[in-house]
């Protein structure tokens, strides 16, 4: 027994140090004292816009930690450049002689003039292989395999993150199934202990009852709606879509019009005014930006008459708004690929059009920054001039306009898809501009703040609770989408487009793919056999058969599962019945802890 | 409350395998005893004694333990008391006032968070669940404030969700394997001291 009184005290001291250790690690993330306390006076749901953002911020640390060390670090300590070939000409852009300084600023906020031959963009990069003492470090390889490796590292990241929002999502949808009961019995938090936080806590169980309520009625509404009224609404339904694409493609439209607009107003050497050309400079983010403000407004009005129950409305113009905000990027790269692509004479020499853009990469580096910077400014300028007077407003003036605005509200929503839209650019913009991500991590780590005193100084809580555990489910969706939604561009370019010869890693292959199959060729021929056919389509497609039968017997076995469980459960009905009549309380017993297993 | 204030000692860890038999639980307190007792002699430190040795025979009523911090805003805290009292009354020893903080606190395994929770729940004491329970459970919640129509079709819909033998109220049964759905149970039924 001594033995086993020694294992059991060491097994109590290595669990109580793990626990120690696990205590350590979460006092050291960072905010967390901060987010404890919005915590405490905001609830849940806002706690996890928070977390959001702070998980936002570790992403960016992260892929600029990769992007550092495997791009930007060996060409700084690189003794000098060992170019094997040099073919063209890129003229600086550096202004020369005396420099005014509000041009220095211009070029501070456009990505040109002095930033534009930096580390800041990808045309700086103009290295082939860089010789170092003993090894050779092929550059261009390292590159392409960085952007892999951070859109991977970032999908692993959010899948891993959302792993447990969705199982609870799943258990949710049993939630829909026994709403009522959840509210009543398990809805009061019992630490509650001040007066405040159970006046909101009993305000918003009230509200969550209603809507409950207001979805049953509308369901029994909509079983019992006639055949005619279901042709009607239908067709309003129609009609009213049609109209969102109308709007939606005229919003794309204005876009790929102000970003041709930008483009050739940036070659055109005449300078009309400082204020102007930097408008001219910010005009495709100047229309983004004015549509997305105006489009929510315009979808949140069409719902009013489609018709639908409350969950699904706010659902569904969250996807608009989704749509709307990741759109509008790509239509951006479009616009700017098809002027790239458009030359004096067709086909282009080159595959791009080197007479107005001898560096294109750099160019769309340069746009993607001033996405992101805008972003901030908009960001910053809103809730400078737009929340603080409008808590004074509230606060000071007791006229007609307070009442009807009222105090501000976080809208948890909209916040998120401004951070989604920030990221999305910054995962496009990490191939064309490697230092974009650190200039997010400075953006994000600033909007926390700016959030946050926002948020304790014109906020009120919010009257319409946020489910905490379908909301990280939800912004981690949000999330998924604008990454698969960055890496199409990203794609497309590696791919298919040629790569600049003038500037950048690249300069030695047609496409930035192609440095893959050049790198694979130098490997030893068994390496090589075996890459080929873990990429060949025998393995492929038996790989995919593999997966779709996996899923199938999942599939199945949850089916199986779900006829038990219903068979139980009318044997319980039965129980109950029986249970009216005496002798057979044995086989009651067995079934009961049957049942009860089972379940 | 961090987790350094509870601390346990070796046998009471040990002591947490909690075997449910019957309703009736038997079972060691998860707290250090002369933490608590600290709490409860301030409650009425005329009436309390310093000393338990002698295994004194005292009770608080129910007035003074339903006025403490923890419970103040709680809408079922006469209930709550009410359960965990021997006579019914909602008067508490020092075995039963541990016993209920116990239940309540983070460490308590689900099934006898959700025997208490029913009993909690029952206000006419009759082991079932009956309409006229839920809804004064709802009133309590939402202190009054949905209209009579209201309180009837949630009330009618939970019996609904919950009852699975049909006869129109909830057994402990019923309870039991509903609120084993519940995401948010163990969180929430959940009381810091």
Known sequence: ?599 | MGNKQTIFTDEQLDAYQVILTKPIVVFVGFFSPSRLHGRYHELAPHLVPMDYTKDPDCKLPLALIVNMPELKENPFRNRIVESFSEDGMGNLSFNEFVDMFSVLSEMAPRELKAIYAFKIYDFNVDNYLCKEDLEKTLNKLTKEELTPEEVQLVCEKAIEEADLDGDNKLSFADFENMISRAPDFLSTFHIRI
């Open chain 1, 1 to 599: 027994t001594s033995w086993r009184q020694w294992r059991q005290s060491t097994h109590r001291y290595l669990r109580r140090l793990q626990d120690d250790v696990h205590e350590w690690l979460t006092a050291l993330q960072l905010w967390r004292s901060d987010i404890h306390i919005i915590e405490g006076m905001f609830g849940t749901g806002i706690l996890s816009y928070f977390s959001f953002l702070r998980f936002l911020v570790m992403l960016n640390l992260i892929i600029f930690t990769l992007m550092f060390s495997f791009v930007l670090l060996p060409i700084i300590i690189a003794p000098h450049f060992m170019l094997v070939f040099i073919c063209s000409v890129y003229p600086t852009s550096a202004r020369q002689g005396l420099v005014i300084f509000h041009e220095h600023i211009a070029d501070l906020l456009s990505g040109g003039g002095f930033l534009e031959q930096t580390y800041l963009f990808y045309g700086y990069y103009k290295a082939d292989k860089i010789h170092f003492p003993g090894t050779t470090y092929n550059l261009p390889l390292a590159y392409l395999l960085v952007t892999v490796a951070y859109l991977f590292l970032s999908l692993i990241w959010i899948v891993k993150r959302s792993a447990n929002g969705f199982k609870r999502n799943l258990v949710q949808d049993e939630d829909r199934f026994q709403s009522f009961c959840n509210k009543i019995f398990a809805g009061w938090d019992f630490c509650i202990s001040n007066m405040n936080a159970a006046k909101l806590k009993r305000s918003s169980l009230l509200y969550e009852l209603r809507t409950d309520l207001e979805e049953e009625r509308i369901k029994q509404k909509i079983a019992d709606r006639t055949r005619e009224e279901k042709c009607r609404i239908y067709l309003i339904r129609v009609i009213l879509n049609l109209f969102v694409i109308a709007v939606l493609a005229c919003c794309f439209y204005s876009i790929y019009i102000a970003t041709i607009f930008s483009q050739e107003a940036q070659m055109n050497e005449v300078k009309v005014n400082f204020i102007v050309d930097l408008i001219h400079q910010y005009l495709p983010s100047i229309v983004i930006t004015l549509a997305n403000f105006i489009t929510p407004l315009l979808f949140s009005v069409v719902i009013n008459y489609e018709d639908y129950s409350p969950a699904f409305e706010i659902r569904f113009t969250l996807m608009r708004c989704v749509f709307m905000r990741l759109t509008s990027i790509g239509v951006l790269l479009f616009s700017l690929w098809s002027h790239i692509t458009k030359c004096k004479e067709e086909p282009c020499v080159c595959g791009y059009n080197h007479v107005l853009y001898s560096c294109w990469e750099t160019r769309i580096g340069q746009e993607m920054y001033k996405l992101t910077v805008f972003d901030f400014i908009i960001i910053v300028a809103v809730t400078i001039f737009v929340e603080f007077p409008r808590k004074l407003i509230v606060k000071y003036c007791d006229c007609g306009l307070a009442k009807w605005w009222g105090q501000q509200e976080f809208a948890i929503p909209q916040n998120v898809l401004e951070i989604v839209y920030g990221q999305t650019i910054c995962w496009i913009g990490a191939f064309y501009s490697p230092m974009l991500p650190a200039i997010c991590t400075i953006k994000y780590f600033f909007i926390f703040y700016i959030k946050k005193v926002s948020l304790m100084k014109n906020c009120r809580p919010a009257t319409r609770p946020f489910r905490a555990s379908s909301s990280n489910f939800f912004f981690l969706g949000v999330l998924l989408i604008g990454l698969s939604l960055a890496c199409v561009p990203v794609i497309v370019s590696v791919a298919q487009i040629n790569c600049s010869q003038a500037c950048g890693p690249f300069v030695n292959y047609t496409t930035s793919w192609e440095v893959l199959p050049t790198a694979i060729s130098q490997l030893p021929s068994g390496v090589q056999t075996l890459l080929f056919t873990v990429s060949s389509e025998a393995f492929a497609v038996s790989f995919f058969v593999v997966t779709c039968l996996a899923m199938f017997y999942v599939i199945a076995l949850a089916g199986a599962h779900k006829r038990v469980i219903k068979q139980l459960r009318e044997q319980l009905a039965m129980v109950g019945i029986l249970n009216l009549f005496e002798g057979c309380q044995p086989w009651c017993n067995f079934t009961l802890r049957k049942i009860h297993l089972m379940l």
